[in-house]
C-alpha cells in the first residue's frame, strides 16, 4: 500500500471558524510533510515531521498548526485563516528524511476561506 | 538554495519520445536530482531520482550533464496520460528540504 490519503478532499471555511485536515499513511514511513499549493503554482513547503518531532517550520503563521499524535498521522489545524490561506494542502510522507528517498503525496485538500 | 529552471511549457505528440530540460548550474556535491510530476487535480507523483550517473526506471530515463550543471527527464513514448506538470527539484543530504521549481507544463498531442 502506498497511498497517503488525506480528509477532506473539500473544504469551507469561514474566517472565524476553527477546522481540521487530516492525513494518514500505513507505509510505515517516519517523515510526513505539509505542502501549499496555490493555483498554477508548485507546492511550498510548511512543516517537516521526522520521528512524530517538528523538524522544519517554514515561517509558517501560527493560524496554521500541525501535529503529529502517532507515526501514521498528521493533522493540520486551522483557525481564523484569510481568504489568501485558499489552496490545494498536500499532505506526503517519507521512509525518513534522507536525501534520496521519495517523497508519496496524497491526492490534497482544497481549502477555501470565506 | 540551489534553484532549478525549466521551460514553462512544451508539445509532444503521443508515442514520440519528450526530452524535458532542466538547468541546476548551482547545483552542489551533495545535491540530488529529483524529478517528480502533478497529473490534473492530483498531488506530485514520483518520477526519478538521480545524482551522477544516468537512471533508467518504468517510468522514465534521466540523463545528467558531466558537470552536473543540468539534466533531462526522458520519456520515451509519451502517451496522453503523461501530459502533466513535471518539476525538477535539488535535495540535499539528509534533513534538507525538497523545493520545488516552477514546472514545465507538458501537452500530449493525440
Known amino acids: 500500500d502506498t497511498e497517503v490519503t488525506q480528509t477532506p478532499k473539500h473544504l469551507v471555511m469561514g474566517m472565524t471558524n476553527k477546522k481540521s485536515l487530516k492525513c494518514e499513511q500505513h507505509?510505515?514511513?517516519?517523515?510526513m510533510y505539509w505542502y501549499k499549493q496555490k493555483a498554477k503554482k508548485p507546492p511550498e513547503l510548511m512543516f517537516v515531521?521526522?520521528?512524530?518531532?517538528?523538524?522544519i517550520n517554514e515561517s509558517v503563521p501560527s493560524r496554521f498548526s500541525p501535529e503529529c499524535p502517532n507515526s501514521s498521522l498528521l493533522n493540520l489545524h486551522l483557525h481564523a485563516l484569510q481568504p489568501e490561506d485558499s489552496a490545494l494542502y498536500l499532505c506526503?510522507?517519507?521512509?525518513?528524511?534522507?536525501?534520496?528517498?521519495?517523497?508519496?503525496f496524497g491526492p490534497g485538500t482544497r481549502l477555501t476561506v470565506l | 538554495d540551489a534553484k532549478t529552471t525549466q521551460p514553462n511549457s512544451m508539445e509532444s505528440n503521443e508515442e514520440e519520445p519528450v526530452h524535458l530540460p532542466c538547468n541546476h548550474s548551482?547545483?552542489?556535491?551533495?545535491?540530488?536530482i529529483h524529478w517528480y510530476r502533478q497529473l490534473p487535480s492530483q498531488g506530485p507523483e514520483y518520477v526519478i531520482h538521480?545524482?551522477?550517473s544516468n537512471v533508467n526506471n518504468r517510468m522514465a530515463s534521466l540523463a545528467i550533464a558531466e558537470d552536473r550543471k543540468s539534466s533531462t527527464l526522458i520519456l520515451h513514448r509519451a502517451t496522453l496520460r503523461d501530459a502533466a506538470v513535471y518539476y525538477c527539484?535539488?535535495?540535499?543530504?539528509?534533513?534538507?528540504?525538497?523545493?520545488f521549481g516552477t514546472g514545465t507544463r507538458l501537452a500530449v498531442r493525440p
Open positions: 507505509m510505515g514511513h517516519r517523515a
Open positions: 506526503a510522507s517519507s521512509q525518513a528524511w534522507l536525501s534520496t528517498d521519495t517523497q508519496y
Open positions: 538521480g545524482l551522477t
Open positions: 527539484t535539488l535535495k540535499k543530504s539528509s534533513g534538507d528540504k525538497l523545493t
Open positions: 515531521y521526522s520521528y512524530e518531532k517538528l523538524s
Open positions: 548551482t547545483i552542489s556535491g551533495t545535491d540530488y
